[in-house]
């Protein structure tokens, strides 16, 4: 057992592994879908968010 890994660091050796490298495309859009949210929910930079759609 390697010990304790961080999240981010199971999935890179999960992906190097398994060579699902067609995932990495949707794991970028997921976060960045996740940070667009939460900067959109209270902050000064929200009608800028919310021109973009």
Avoid at 16 to 30: F, G, N
Avoid at 37 to 52: C, D, H, K, T, W
């Amino acid at each position: 057992m390697e010990g304790n890994k961080s999240f981010l660091a199971e999935i890179w050796d999960f992906l190097k592994e398994r060579k699902a490298w067609w995932l990495t495309p949707i794991i970028i859009m997921l976060v960045f879908v996740g940070v667009l949210i939460i900067f959109g929910q209270s902050s000064a930079i929200s009608p800028f968010i919310y021109a973009l759609f």
